[in-house]
């Protein structure tokens, strides 16, 4: 299908950016008077979450995460404990089952890293959550780049960036290997005459052995409804793009102008292709923080408000662990000249481009533009006024929806349900309804399982056994 023709028949997609913890992207916000971030470590915080994301029918709910703080910045724990940047944080996956409960169609992104836990514990645990989702879990797949989550696991730092990806292809492929090669679609017989709960003949061992995992044995769940959730994955370096192509079916990213992003967007589609699939096999989704109102002079007051409680420190104890560089040795007016990074070389790239009106990046600049919603666009405006920029965005850069950060939680969420989602339902850009299954199949509309063109379905059973 042609990129006008995908246009034409799409709409846009939504997904909550958050993250366990007290202060994900907008650091200092905590303070406001009507956050109710402090409750992150709260199952109502989360449940209540989840039904207002659901009530405005969104595709998912994105939980990001760390193992490590961000001590780069001044080289000690001292800012970010001071600031709440990403510290304390509490582990994503355990929130999934709580908002599943109180939820039927909303999915769950969840990140977790491929550098320090085994794949085959971890095989289980996405496997679980498929279960008790009745198939609405993804795996954002990260790699790390904070070297204070590498000391506390016994290394001295991270992997070299593109190792880090080398690494994370063989760990897919063992994830794939156990939960689609080792169990048959109808190993489980629950048979009360025979007593036979599974045929042993139908359970198979895969056999991996590799350069980073050896893996003899059997998968020890019996398949989920997705079998392999959905993959998700944020990288946008040269080798994360290809891992994109290869592995993901939802990419996120992060861009300040349309011309970057339709860059960006055309990019991993071709790499994609490059892989063997259709370039529209994956969703691609945009950092966006959306302030909005009733009208725009509210929507306008709104945001002066949140630019008062925002933390500078904060937002600069964030930025050096993103990028890998201790902005504490910068004076406030000096300029971000080239970096190299072997943190998120996405960040580091995009800080390269200059501001939004070509001019250099300079740490104080850094600060304030991260101080509301982090660093990505912040839209301020009315219902209309950010539904019709959102239609715009997608139109003109084939982007096929918005990772949604907040300014405060949940009051940023229950704006955009109240004002924006009408607006765009008006415009016919946005669903009034959910689809029915799992979220594979919300997203794609093809099924519960993954494409043939992706390699997981190289290592399915159920394909090999009736080819």
């Known amino acids: 299908m042609s990129t006008n023709a995908q246009q034409a028949s799409r709409q846009i997609l939504f997904n909550a950016f958050d993250m366990n913890c007290v202060a994900h992207q907008s650091p200092g916000l905590w303070r406001h008077p009507e956050d109710k971030a402090r409750d992150y470590n709260t199952i109502g915080y989360w449940t209540h979450l989840a039904k207002t994301l659901e009530k405005g029918l969104f595709d998912g709910v994105f939980i990001a995460d760390v193992l490590g703080t961000y001590d780069v910045y001044g080289g000690s724990n001292e800012a970010p404990l001071l600031t709440g940047a990403q510290v304390p944080v509490n582990d994503p996956a355990l929130l999934i089952s709580a908002m599943a409960a109180v939820t039927e169609h909303l ?7 491929t550098a320090y836990e085994h794949p085959y514990p971890f095989a289980r645990r996405l496997a679980t959550l498929d279960h008790l989702t009745n198939g609405r879990v993804g795996w954002n797949v990260v790699t790390g780049y904070l070297p204070s989550a590498a000391q506390n696991m016994g290394n001295d730092d991270q992997m070299a960036h593109d190792e880090r990806y080398d690494h994370a292809d063989e760990y897919l492929e063992v994830i794939y290997k156990l939960l689609e090669g080792s169990w048959e679609d109808d190993a489980v017989q629950y048979n009360k005459q025979t007593g036979v ?3 042993p003949t139908k359970v198979h061992p895969i056999k991996h052995e590799g350069k980073y995992f050896k893996v003899p044995g059997i998968a020890i769940t019996e398949p ?6 959905v993959i998700f994955q944020a990288g946008a370096s040269p080798r994360g793009k290809a891992f994109a192509g290869k592995h993901a079916e939802a990419v996120f990213v992060n861009n300040n102008t349309i011309e970057t ?3 960006t967007v055309a990019s991993i589609r071709e790499n994609a292709v490059a892989a063997g699939r259709d370039p529209y096999d994956i969703r691609i989704f945009t950092m966006q923080t959306i302030i909005t109102g009733a009208t725009d002079e509210e929507a306008q007051a709104k945001y002066e408000e949140y630019v008062k409680s925002a933390d500078p420190k904060g937002a600069l104890v964030l930025l050096s662990g993103w990028m890998g560089v201790d902005l504490s040795k910068y004076d406030l007016d000096d300029p971000i000249g080239d970096v190299e990074s072997n943190a ?9 481009t200059g501001t939004a009106d070509n001019e250099p990046w300079t740490v104080r600049k850094l600060s304030e533009w991260v101080g509301v919603g982090g660093f990505g666009p912040t839209l301020v405006g009315s219902g209309a006024t950010v539904a019709e920029e959102l239609i ?25 349900v109240e004002y924006v989602v009408p607006e765009l339902q008006a415009r016919g850009a946005y669903k009034t309804e959910y689809t029915d299954g799992s979220l594979r199949n919300k997203l794609f509309g093809e099924g519960d399982k993954v494409k043939d063109t992706h390699p997981a379905a190289c290592y399915s059973l159920a394909r090999s056994l009736v080819s």
Do not use: C, H, M
Not at 344 to 352: A, D, E, F, R
């Open 107 to 113: 999915g769950f992104g969840v990140t977790a890293g």
């Open 197 to 199: 709960f599974t045929d």
């Open 224 to 229: 989920s409804v997705q079998r392999t959730p």
């Open 261 to 263: 992003l339709k860059s």
């Open 344 to 352: 998120i070389q996405s960040l580091v790239t995009s800080l390269q």
């Open 392 to 416: 715009r965005w997608q139109r003109e850069t084939d982007v096929d929806g918005f990772n949604l950060a907040y300014a405060i939680t949940p009051g940023t969420f229950e704006d955009i």
